[in-house]
């Protein structure tokens, strides 16, 4: 399945860290929240974003370390949709 996960800029740092330590997965990926996003397509980075495939051991993993993100298995153009959010183009 599709997992869709979304940070706000502020706690982005934070974030990737407890992932890279508490999910082996994590561990050696530098392309967790990669993506930056805004409301408008431009900048400033207000939300970070990746996606990926993953079961759903991994899903119910993520979301029991789930504090300043949100997790969904969902298809990434919905789901930034529902949130009206877009991807920074450089």
């Known amino acids: ?7 706000k800029n502020e706690d982005i740092d934070g974030i990737r ?3 890279r330590l ?12 990669n993506i930056g996003l805004s409301e408008t397509g431009e900048k400033p980075i207000t939300h970070w974003f990746c996606t990926f ?3 759903q051991e991994m899903l ?3 979301k029991s370390i789930q504090e300043l993100t949100e997790i969904e298995a969902a298809n990434a153009r919905g789901f930034l949709s ?3 959010l877009k ?3 450089d």
Do not use: Y
Not at 1 to 7: E, G, K, R, Y
Not at 22 to 33: D, G, K, V, Y
């Open 1 to 7: 399945m599709q997992v869709c996960i979304l940070a």
């Open 17 to 19: 860290e407890k992932a």
């Open 22 to 33: 508490e999910i082996e997965f994590f561990s050696n990926h530098t392309q967790i929240l």
């Open 53 to 55: 495939n993953a079961d």
């Open 60 to 62: 119910d993993k993520l």
């Open 82 to 84: 529902k949130r009206k």
């Open 87 to 89: 991807t920074i183009k």
